[in-house]
């Protein structure tokens, strides 16, 4: 087990009806926000204008961001950074998924830095942000408590990660209600992206981690077996809120200590949806089988245990091979059968690009720690995905 | 699932050589400790030496508050209070075990309240605390990043505890190393407790709890696995640090999210250790399994549950009772395994007092909620742990 330092200090208000103790949760920090949110969808379905009546009840006054995209863009960012200077804002509130979390997280970053932003997704240490919250509308990208955040620069179409203990949202809001109305889709699609944030953890070479092991297999168990249902009763409460729960657990640190995690697929699938920008979950829907089956070799024992532990592939004491095959097998089934694509060729993709992400997600050298992988590996698993 | 609010703010400082960095970790907070510790073992083992020494580089002075014993005691934590306030202390330093960490916690409390300290075990919110840092050095209590602490009153032999996320630390390092020379029988009491930790929230009536039953489970199994390692190599870093982790995971709030906790098993153990001074741990080995046999029949399918996924009995579906009873028989025949003891009478305890001790913990009440227990169901618990 690696040494590590662990604190996520999110505050998380989980349950049935409490996106309505908004406004009194900002007034622990400040009175005026930044409101950021997406597409406007929760203004058809009335969640706009109960936390407008929360913020009012609570005196909190507000400046609106709205029209964040799936895969948020730095343009947006740059906006919300002007927005916040000029109105003196020093709060911001994201209503939604990871794009507007993502989003807040690079705005409060931004915000009390005099340069230009994107400096920090080139590398630079973050000293100095913002505070946000959050009312979570989408399970999926764990942002909601993790230190992370994603944005995509419309100049050359880089997708890059920055991460700090400061942007860790300073509450959650999360009602499993608020999910009701999310299309199956994009239900499926959070349901892979919190997979993967496990899966990410869990491929390690590092010998005993027992504990975030039984952790990670746990998580993505109850994933597992309540997707199905989410997608079956969209209004089933109970299904619902394990899968939030979860997407929470999944990416807010714990699963990853004492560990050395990967991050390899997540790397390419930047690339994919940073060009072709498809759904974050799609895409490791489509990478994560191929890129099983490029790595497993490192460590076959951790894959047989992942089949057996996992997906109850019967134990073959014969055959290593088989039960990791039938572990990544039973992994893709899973993907398709909740509505994701599992190939380039399904997602409408096709081989012209391929070289180009290859060497564009490894310009900065190998991606990943299970294997470091190389521009002609990355280039073999996009084959793979096809 | 329950709604809840979740916070755990506590920074954890995991792995071989983190003892050394309490200096600096304090430096974040003040310039002047109470230095909070038990019999002495410290000065022994070196580790006294080596956290001065660390306090000394980073000019952090402290005065001594030694002899904190098992069972914490109110005539101590109220010593601590006077000095604090004497010295114009405004931070404490426990090193140890839950006893003294327990302790720094209700003076904590106890500074900057006029009152009597023992209010806030009477039931008094605390709404103002000092800050604490943690070396831990004994993995059981879990009180390292817990809200609660439990503390004996002598006068009565009153054990009774308080939580409030104030008393959360807001550091805990955690060295495996540092408990490589803990006794056997203290390694398995912690072992017990951190289990029982698990167990109290593990059994409840709340249905649809998913995912905190597999995280639970996953936690257990670890523990299960690991136990036998550590006590059999003392010097065994992954399994010491599995154990120390799993403790910790075991009682950081986590666990419980969603669910009603149980806690009556805890509320009898109070009353046997605190009458009879016993180790909390080997208490709790005791009567569990017994208050188990009492209440299965509340939520059979629960305890199959448990049977099945914790210790591996084979699903029998002709005969409930069957699997549900020999999850007990394991978990008591674990217990006895790692050196504690399962009976009362094994304990040196006879039958002569158990009326007043059923008597003295349901003064307020009936204890638990899984099966709220009256003075004769605990009587009755007490009788079959003879």
């Known amino acids: 087990m690696q040494n590590f330092i662990f604190q996520n200090a999110t505050r998380i208000l989980f349950g049935a009806g409490t996106h309505t103790q908004v406004g009194k949760e900002v007034s622990r920090h400040t009175n005026k926000v930044l ?15 109960q936390i407008v009546q929360s913020l009012r009840e609570s005196q909190i006054g507000f400046v609106e961001l709205a029209g964040v995209q799936p895969n948020p863009r730095l343009s947006m960012v740059k906006k919300g950074i002007e927005l916040c200077r000029e109105h003196k804002i020093d709060f911001i509130l994201a209503i939604g998924g990871g794009s507007p979390i993502d989003s807040a ?11 230009d932003v994107w400096d920090f997704f080139a590398g630079k240490r973050i000293e100095k942000a913002l505070k946000l919250g959050v009312v979570l509308t989408i399970p999926a990208a764990g942002s909601e408590s993790s230190d992370s955040s994603v944005i995509t620069k419309e100049e050359g179409w880089y997708k890059r990660a ?23 889709y994009q239900t499926a699609a959070g349901i892979t992206d919190m997979m993967a944030h496990i899966l990410e953890r869990y491929f390690t070479t590092e010998p005993n981690v027992d504990l975030t092991d039984r952790l990670c297999e746990a998580t993505l168990k109850c994933i597992i077996r309540n997707a199905p249902k989410a997608l079956k009763e969209p209004n089933n409460y109970d299904a619902r809120a394990e899968i939030m729960w979860s997407g929470t657990i999944a990416h807010n640190g714990i699963l990853g200590t004492g560990r050395i995690s990967d991050w ?19 895409g490791l829907a489509i990478i994560f089988p191929a890129w099983m089956k490029y790595v497993y070799q490192v460590v076959p024992e951790r894959f047989m245990q992942y089949a057996y532990r996992v997906w109850d592939v019967a ?10 095959h039938e572990g990544i097998a039973r992994t893709k089934q899973f993907f398709s059968e909740i509505g994701m694509p599992v190939s380039l060729t399904e997602a409408g993709i096709d081989a012209s690009r391929l070289e180009e992400m290859a060497q564009k997600c490894t310009e900065h050298g190998p ?19 096809l």
């Open 35 to 49: 409101l950021h949110y997406g597409s406007g969808s929760i203004k058809k379905t009335g969640l706009y204008d």
């Open 105 to 115: 997280k690079a705005i409060a970053a931004g915000v009390p830095y005099p340069g």
């Open 162 to 184: 920055i991460g700090s203990n400061l942007l860790r949202p300073v509450f959650s809001i999360m009602n499993p209600e608020l999910t009701y109305t999310l299309p199956p």
């Open 264 to 282: 390899a697929t997540h790397g390419i699938e930047h690339e994919l949806s940073g060009i072709y920008d498809i759904t974050h979950g799609a």
């Open 315 to 324: 134990p073959d004491f014969f055959s290593k091979t088989n039960m990791i």
């Open 367 to 385: 991606l990943g720690s299970f294997m470091p992988l190389h521009k002609q590996d990355v280039l073999k698993i996009l084959q793979t995905a």
